[in-house]
């Protein structure tokens, strides 16, 4: 039977806790590196990746090419500077796709 496996990528300061939980963490120490470091977890066989708001920032072609397959599921997270509200509206962009309709802010789906 195979277990999913689920990785943090992020500021080292942002992911640190969740080394502690037995999660593989990934800290990334600038913009030219999150793009080779989240290609390398997508190959590792991650079913849930969780990236901090501020590193998704920089790799969101990316990350929308990884949303388009059925795993790994992408999630932004806030760092420890608090959110940027990408992940509120990844939920609402989910949401809006899979009804057709802005539930969270009751916008009309194109």
């Known amino acids: 039977m195979s277990m999913y496996k689920m990785a943090v990528i992020g500021d080292k300061d942002s992911i640190l806790g969740f080394k502690a939980l037995g999660v593989a963490t990934y800290p990334v120490r600038g913009e030219e ?5 989240l290609s390398r977890v997508a190959r590792e066989n991650y079913a849930v990746i969780c990236i901090t708001e501020n590193v998704a920032g920089q790799v969101l072609p990316q990350l929308e090419e ?3 397959k059925l795993l790994p599921a992408i999630l932004f997270i806030p760092n420890n500077q608090g959110t940027l509200g990408l992940g509120m509206e990844q939920i609402r962009r989910n949401a809006e796709k899979a009804i057709g309709a802005d ?5 009309e789906g194109s």
Do not use: D, Q, S
């Open 103 to 107: 539930i969270l802010f009751g916008k």
């Open 66 to 68: 990884l949303n388009k």
């Open 33 to 37: 590196e999150t793009p080779r470091v």
